[in-house]
């Protein structure tokens, strides 16, 4: 025991040395000697990981702001690759060495972890979790037991962002109906203009589209019951419908859409070659910073006719939160600070530090757009169906929807086949109603 | 005319060859800006910014120093141990050596995911995970198999009389295979190195799951971990990556020289 | 012949020589070895190892979906590969060898400019090729327009006929300096009298490759194709690049460790690494298996030559 707070001790100082040979620039102060200051007892350093290699300075300071508040812990943040983060998560809630508190996938992704007895139980430790939404909830929740293993970090919406200049430039105005949609598209393919900015070489953004575009016409919500209740598979006539629009739209994407990489869409908008894109919430800070003179706007797609909803509706999902591990040697001082990223100052530093949706009641965005896009997703909310309940398995649906959205691009299935795809796919695992 | 056509064939490959280089060169002296308006521009007005930063935000010095210590330290131990067993298992009659070979070369075709979990739960267990000595270890451990083929295949190669001679005149194994052998052998030796070099110099995978201190990071995790995701700062991801690759190509002008005059030296004989 | 060839080292001898490399070797490759198999002959819950089910986890990789179908069609890549490496990667290698071996002035030049792909991290060259051949902004399709040759022009990574392809062709100019380099080396070591004696006798430089320099190569090819079949079959890093971890477009570029990579990392199943453990060691063991045969077959080939 004495050995090892030594350890920490001498692992702290390494790091904080570290951290101070390439601060020049920075400008955060140096973690430890915050801690020495103005704490009466045994200062502690918690060790939290997280999978954003592109947020530590953000990280850095918003833990800053913790450790004033609790000058005898200091927290060591440190990001990881995010495509080998779940292994070295892995390996480090197993071995000796691992993190106190860390970033944990949503949904099926985190159940590994789960299962494997590696994450505490939090709705004791976190009194402030009775206060989330229910359905943010669901993707910190373990399958088996339904208790909450993670405090939700932030939440992804998913719709429609437009170009504005673009859409003054060519009088189009937010489409209203789905025929405005389809008017909108049909201008800007005669004006020269990529209506749609596509890429689905990366089977994962295939589905994304697919829900920005026609959650509402599934049944968003009410198409995810069903399926829970048994009532229907994913060859229901409204969902094969679904993929049917998704393939009539593919007019209006760039030509050979399946060679099209989501970074090359991502350029296509940015450099205002294409006047839409259907993507994340987490595109707008990229957006903005790639392309600051572009004027940015978003709508939600409007149902088309004969669809199971006649309202639009934005997909949304939680997307990671924050876990203790189960070895941990301070378990205490973790449960202040998984305390303190439940609060509302901490969802409000990373609504305005981090550019991310809060999932903690009472935040507020300054951005206008993030405001509207969260209100939007508030008023007519939908799941990211194949993320949010379709990942529990293998292979995960989103896998399945890309191979199939890529096959309906390229010709070789109809809509019909594509979600016979999906659904042979998750039978694997999958029983409609279980 | 055949000649000119077969310089016109070197040189245009040379031309889809060099490519790569130098748009990593080009696109570290744009802007972000310019990388992502149009990724394969040529640069507007050349900046030595993303050099800077490399430099100075990625602790990059400290990177450099470790990849230059582990990779050079786990291709030399490999290379020697690899040269004393490939020695042995060329010149040794016996039926047990084909069997070891055997064993070392099955080492080649473990798929590297597999057994990373294990690596790292052994080294947890010695005290050796997050450390440099450790990630020697085991590059050095990787390394045997690929240097043992190549080495022991380039022995077998080499005629035997040479050493007849050295031992008639009285000279033991370790001295024949020193003074005799290893002269003949440098080419095969540069070229195992080279080939051991580069993969592990760029390599980010076993640092990323064994390393978790900073401090002992080499350069490729560094920069992969430092830059995450495309989002940010490509014009430093590039810059780092040049001055990743220098010392690789220094290094290999140098390991071509040493084949070349290998060669020279063999043929002189 | 063998019985001159090999000068006899003193077992024990030998067996010291081994020592240092057999220790590394075990300790470090061998133990985790020996414990990833075990891996695969248990039941997991995420993390947590439960009971041994012997195996099972390899009876459910060739009996239920996704993996019943995923793996052969992974596998039949890797074969497409490594027949592609050969044919593309290892005879432009010894042919530019050759062609070099024998032009001493420009040889190291040429070495070191075709090796330079090699120097470059492998994700970064994925990360270029998929720019360059992009069919929004990639130059390759813009200079097949420019030379009339629009009809070439293809969506090269969009379409499953051409993606595999183009993953053999980028693995094969990335690694050329491989084979280049390897044989390079191996015609130095040859002895020139026999070639010399050869163009005495009047052949051409056609023969004398085919019926001097060729066979007394062969050990060399055995060892680069070997090598080539093992790096076929474990590739990862380009096309992780080039088609992301699902092999796209539709599974066209899905090879066997991205396969393993899906089944270990992205997916929610609870026995995620008995399974995915259980793909490895059946790459493991094809790999083995078709090395060792090769490499026997090679050696009678070869004794059958000299």
């Known amino acids: 025991m004495n050995r090892r707070t030594t350890l920490a001790g001498v692992t702290t100082a390494v790091v904080a040395l570290t951290l101070a040979a390439c601060a020049p620039t920075s400008g955060s102060p140096e973690p430890g000697t915050a801690a020495g200051e103005g704490c009466d007892g045994e200062p502690v350093a918690l060790d939290v990981w997280s999978w954003r290699t592109e947020d530590v300075k953000t990280y850095e300071q918003i833990f800053d702001v913790f450790e004033q508040a609790n000058p005898c812990i200091t927290v060591n943040f440190q990001a990881h690759l995010n495509t080998e983060y779940d292994q070295i998560l892995r390996t480090g809630l197993t071995g000796s060495d691992g993190p106190d508190v860390a970033q944990v996938r949503s949904y099926g992704l985190l159940q590994p972890l789960v299962e494997g007895g590696n994450l505490e139980p939090l709705e004791d430790l976190v009194p402030a979790l009775g206060d989330f939404d229910d359905a943010i909830l669901d993707g910190a929740r373990g399958r088996e037991d339904g208790a909450v293993y993670g405090v939700p970090l932030a939440s992804q919406t998913i719709q429609v962002y437009y170009n504005t200049a673009i859409f003054e430039e060519n009088g189009l105005e937010e489409p209203e109906t789905w025929d405005d949609f389809m008017a909108i598209n049909d201008k800007l393919l005669g004006a020269d203009v990529t209506p749609l900015a596509v890429g689905a070489r990366d089977g994962w953004f295939v589905p994304t589209v697919h829900d920005a575009l026609t959650a509402a016409q599934y049944g968003g919500a009410d198409f995810q ?91 949304g999902y939680a997307d990671g939160s924050w876990g203790l591990s189960a070895t941990t040697e301070h378990p205490q001082e973790a449960e202040t600070l998984l305390n303190w990223l439940a609060t509302p100052e901490f969802g409000q530093l990373v609504a305005d530090e981090l550019k991310q949706f809060s999932p903690i009641p009472g935040v507020e965005y300054s951005d206008p757009l993030q405001q509207e896009m969260w209100d939007l997703y508030q008023e007519n909310p939908a799941p990211y169906l194949l993320l949010v309940d379709y990942r529990y398995g293998d292979p995960v649906g989103t896998d399945l929807m890309g191979e199939a959205g890529q096959k309906l691009f390229l010709g070789d299935v109809d809509a019909e086949g594509a979600a016979q795809i999906v659904q042979d796919g998750l039978s694997a695992w999958w029983t409609p109603g279980e | 005319m055949k000649r000119a056509a077969v310089h016109v064939v070197l040189w245009g490959y040379a031309a889809v060859a060099l490519l790569p280089l130098l748009i990593m060169v080009w696109n570290s002296f744009r802007s972000d800006q310019e990388l992502v308006a149009e990724p394969l521009g040529l640069p507007v007005s050349p900046s030595f910014d993303a050099y800077q930063e490399a430099w100075v935000e990625a602790s990059f010095s400290t990177y450099f120093l470790n990849s230059v210590l582990v990779t050079t330290a786990s291709v030399v131990l490999s290379t020697a141990v690899s040269l004393l067993a490939a020695y042995a298992l060329a010149r040794s009659r016996s039926r047990l050596m084909g069997v070891i070979e055997q064993v070392f070369v099955s080492g080649l075709m473990m798929p590297v995911f597999l057994m990373i979990v294990p690596i790292f739960y052994l080294l947890d267990r010695v005290g050796l995970a997050s450390t440099r000595t450790g990630l020697i270890l085991v590059y050095a451990a990787v390394s045997i198999p690929f240097s043992v083929f190549v080495l022991s295949t380039f022995l077998r190669q080499l005629p035997v009389e040479l050493e007849d001679a050295a031992r008639i005149d009285g000279a033991g194994p370790l001295r024949t295979f020193w003074s005799v052998l290893l002269p003949l052998v440098r080419p095969a030796v540069a070229t195992v190195v080279v080939f051991r070099f580069v993969p592990i110099w760029n390599d980010f995978f076993y640092p990323l799951i064994l390393v978790r201190d900073r401090a002992q990071y080499t350069l490729p995790v560094g920069l992969t971990t430092f830059f995450g995701e495309y989002q940010t700062s490509w014009s430093t991801l590039f810059a780092g990556l040049v001055i990743a690759t220098l010392p690789l190509v220094l290094l290999f002008l140098v390991a071509t020289r040493q084949i070349v005059a290998g060669l020279t030296a063999g043929m002189g004989r | 012949m063998s019985g001159r060839r090999t000068a006899a080292l003193p077992t024990p001898v030998a067996l010291l020589f081994l020592l240092p490399a057999a220790a590394l070797f075990g300790i470090f490759v061998l133990y985790p070895m020996a414990t990833a198999l075990t891996y695969s002959l248990f039941s997991w819950r995420g993390t947590a190892q439960e009971a041994f089910v012997g195996l099972d986890n390899f009876v459910a990789l060739f009996t239920t979906e996704p993996y019943r179908s995923q793996l052969p069609r992974a596998f039949a890549h890797n074969a497409l590969l490594f027949a592609g490496a050969m044919v593309v990667q290892n005879s432009v290698g010894l042919l530019l060898a050759y062609v070099l071996h024998r032009r001493e002035r420009v040889r190291r030049l040429f070495q070191v400019l075709y090796t330079m792909p090699y120097l470059v991290s492998p994700l970064v060259v994925g990360y270029l090729w998929s720019l360059l051949l992009s069919p929004l902004f990639g130059p390759v399709n813009a200079a097949l327009r420019a030379l009339g040759l629009g009809s070439v022009a293809q969506p090269w990574l969009g379409d499953p006929d051409t993606a595999l392809w183009v993953v053999v062709l980028v693995t094969a100019w990335q690694w050329v300096g491989f084979p280049l380099l390897i044989y390079g080396a191996a015609l130095g070591s040859l002895d020139p009298t026999m070639e010399e004696a050869a163009m005495l006798d009047g052949a051409t430089s056609r023969q004398r490759f085919w019926h001097v320099t060729l066979p007394m190569l062969l050990p060399v090819i055995g060892t680069v194709s070997v090598l080539t079949f093992i790096f076929s079959m474990e590739a990862f890093p380009i096309p992780y690049a080039l088609g992301g971890s699902n092999g796209s477009p539709a599974g066209a570029t899905d090879v066997m460790s991205l396969l393993f990579y899906r089944t270990a990392f992205n997916s929610g199943a609870s026995n995620a690494i008995g399974i995915s453990s259980a793909v490895a060691i059946v790459l493991f063991v094809v790999i083995v298996g078709v090395s060792v045969l090769f490499t026997r077959w090679f050696r009678k080939v070869e004794r059958g030559l000299t």
């Open chain 1, 225 to 315: 019951q069903a399926l829970r209740d048994g009532d229907t598979d994913f060859t229901d006539p409204g969902y094969v419908d679904s993929i049917q629009t998704l393939k009539d739209l593919q007019k209006y994407m760039p030509e050979d859409v399946t060679g099209v990489a989501y970074t090359d869409a991502q350029v296509l908008f940015t450099s205002e070659q294409a006047a839409m894109f259907a993507g994340g919430s987490y595109e707008l800070a990229f957006f903005q910073e790639a392309n600051p003179d572009l004027d940015l706007g978003v709508f939600q797609v409007p149902p088309p006719p004969g669809s199971a909803l006649d309202h639009p509706v934005t997909a």
